[in-house]
């Protein structure tokens, strides 16, 4: 069984992340997981926070010579800021003013209410996006065990504020990395740069969308014996578990509320020999399962609730009207919402991707997944999608 836990508190010593359950023998580029880290901490519109850390891994137990051991990962990210911060956060003596006007939108007052907090800092810290740092770093593993594998995933930025970019069939990482803000529309960009910095000028802050493709990805992943199995569900799930989000679409996704439907799905034809569609307004799921094409996926994200020009709010310990707390915080977070919504879905598709293949080695999750496809691809006697 797939599974993974993070802790820590967003000005405490460090995040802390342990997976378990990813095969032996699965050769790790740390590398590449720090550069994710530090993709995330990018961004026009971000905060002063990320000035000051500055992620890296440290692996703790599960890896040796680079290499998994089929035994669970254990894994780090320190917090620098925490130094900045002892006097409140220290594990056995922290303490000081408590905070206690909540922030609309934010999880303040319910955590308070849920947990009997007095102090609205022993919320906020756990609920921190801060906490998003190490499930990209568990998310940068994963996507090293789908590529051994053949599956990849891309995400780039499709809507800040107002301002819309064009969907795309084909993602060039290259141009989304190169991007302030993650979209690999230059006048798209541009636009949102500008909107950004209104907001910013305005004391406000700003939402958008952004779009996460799936490549390479079998028929087969996922099922529709059960609810809490199907595909679509899964990835929904754990997308909506990040901070900021509010709505999932799958495919086409709401659009097809308004189609008929004979312009809703995708219709099968022959093409030398193979079964392809015309279409993939399923986004690649179909009766909670993965049906060969590529899995798309658009991910709402709203505006985060710390404003410069605080909401109204009020004092909890006094009984009166008071502006919601201000802390540090960003203008917008969706190009770094965007890291952290494919390293969900990496996360997301290691499970339903390990229960279908198995394997308690690399090479025999290969192994399986390649005469899994062979199998199907016998069935009726054409080519499958790998």
């Given at each position: 069984?797939?599974?993974?836990?993070?802790?820590?508190?967003s000005?405490?010593?460090?995040?802390?992340?342990?997976?378990?359950?990813?095969?032996?023998?699965?050769?790790?580029?740390?590398?590449?997981?720090?550069?994710?880290?530090?993709?995330?901490?990018g961004?026009?519109?971000?905060?002063?926070?990320?000035?000051?850390?500055?992620?890296?891994?440290?692996?703790?137990?599960?890896?040796?010579?680079?290499?998994?051991?089929?035994?669970?990962?254990?894994?780090?990210?320190?917090?620098?800021?925490?130094e900045?911060?002892?006097?409140?956060?220290?594990?056995?003596?922290?303490?000081?003013?408590?905070?206690?006007n909540?922030?609309?939108?934010?999880?303040?007052?319910?955590?308070?209410?849920?947990?009997?907090?007095?102090?609205?800092?022993?919320?906020?810290?756990?609920?921190?996006?801060?906490?998003?740092a190490?499930?990209?770093?568990?998310?940068?593993?994963?996507?090293?065990?789908?590529?051994?594998?053949?599956?990849?995933?891309?995400?780039?930025?499709?809507?800040i504020?107002?301002?819309?970019?064009?969907?795309?069939?084909?993602?060039?990482?290259?141009?989304?990395?190169?991007s302030?803000?993650?979209?690999?529309?230059?006048?798209?960009?541009?636009?949102?740069?500008?909107?950004?910095?209104?907001?910013?000028?305005?004391?406000?802050?700003?939402?958008?969308a952004?779009?996460?493709?799936?490549?390479?990805?079998?028929?087969?992943?996922?099922?529709?014996r059960?609810?809490?199995?199907?595909?679509?569900?899964?990835?929904?799930?754990?997308?909506?578990?990040?901070?900021?989000?509010?709505?999932?679409?799958?495919?086409?996704?709401r659009?097809?509320?308004?189609?008929?439907?004979?312009?809703?799905?995708?219709?099968?034809?022959?093409?030398?020999?193979?079964?392809?569609?015309?279409?993939?307004?399923a986004?690649?799921?179909?009766?909670g399962?993965s049906?060969?094409?590529?899995?798309?996926?658009?991910?709402?994200v709203?505006?985060i609730?710390?404003?410069?020009?605080?909401?109204?709010?009020?004092n909890?310990?006094?009984?009166?009207?008071?502006?919601?707390?201000?802390?540090?915080?960003?203008?917008?977070?969706?190009?770094a919402?965007?890291?952290?919504?494919?390293?969900?879905?990496?996360?997301?598709?290691?499970?339903p991707?390990?229960?279908?293949?198995?394997?308690?080695?690399?090479?025999?999750?290969?192994?399986?997944?390649?005469?899994?496809?062979?199998?199907?691809?016998?069935?009726?006697?054409?080519?499958a999608?790998?």
């Amino acid at each position: 069984m797939f599974r993974y836990l993070t802790a820590g508190e967003s000005h405490g010593p460090a995040l802390v992340g342990i997976l378990d359950g990813l095969p032996a023998h699965l050769k790790l580029d740390v590398g590449r997981i720090n550069d994710t880290l530090r993709a995330r901490q990018g961004g026009y519109g971000r905060g002063g926070r990320m000035k000051i850390e500055s992620d890296e891994v440290e692996f703790l137990a599960g890896l040796r010579g680079g290499s998994t051991l089929g035994s669970p990962l254990a894994i780090l990210v320190r917090n620098r800021d925490y130094e900045n911060n002892r006097a409140l956060m220290d594990p056995l003596t922290g303490g000081g003013k408590p905070l206690t006007n909540p922030r609309p939108g934010h999880t303040d007052y319910a955590g308070a209410m849920k947990f009997r907090h007095r102090d609205l800092r022993n919320v906020l810290e756990r609920a921190s996006a801060r906490e998003t740092a190490m499930r990209v770093a568990l998310g940068a593993i994963c996507a090293q065990f789908l590529e051994a594998l053949g599956i990849a995933t891309a995400a780039y930025v499709s809507q800040i504020g107002p301002v819309i970019a064009a969907e795309l069939e084909l993602v060039d990482p290259e141009a989304v990395d190169a991007s302030d803000v993650r979209c690999p529309d230059p006048a798209a960009e541009r636009e949102m740069i500008a909107a950004i910095d209104a907001a910013k000028a305005d004391g406000d802050t700003l939402g958008g969308a952004f779009t996460i493709r799936v490549t390479g990805v079998p028929a087969g992943i996922g099922s529709n014996r059960q609810p809490d199995t199907r595909l679509d569900g899964v990835l929904a799930g754990a997308l909506m578990a990040m901070q900021t989000v509010k709505a999932v679409e799958v495919g086409a996704g709401r659009d097809v509320a308004g189609r008929p439907g004979s312009q809703a799905h995708d219709v099968f034809a022959l093409a030398e020999g193979a079964v392809v569609r015309q279409s993939n307004r399923a986004g690649g799921i179909e009766g909670g399962i993965s049906n060969g094409q590529d899995i798309v996926l658009r991910v709402s994200v709203k505006p985060i609730p710390t404003l410069m020009k605080a909401l109204p709010s009020v004092n909890l310990h006094e009984g009166t009207a008071a502006p919601a707390s201000i802390v540090r915080s960003d203008v917008c977070v969706v190009p770094a919402a965007s890291i952290v919504g494919e390293a969900m879905v990496r996360l997301a598709m290691t499970g339903p991707v390990l229960e279908k293949f198995g394997g308690d080695s690399i090479d025999e999750t290969r192994d399986n997944l390649e005469r899994a496809v062979a199998a199907a691809s016998r069935l009726f006697d054409v080519p499958a999608t790998l």
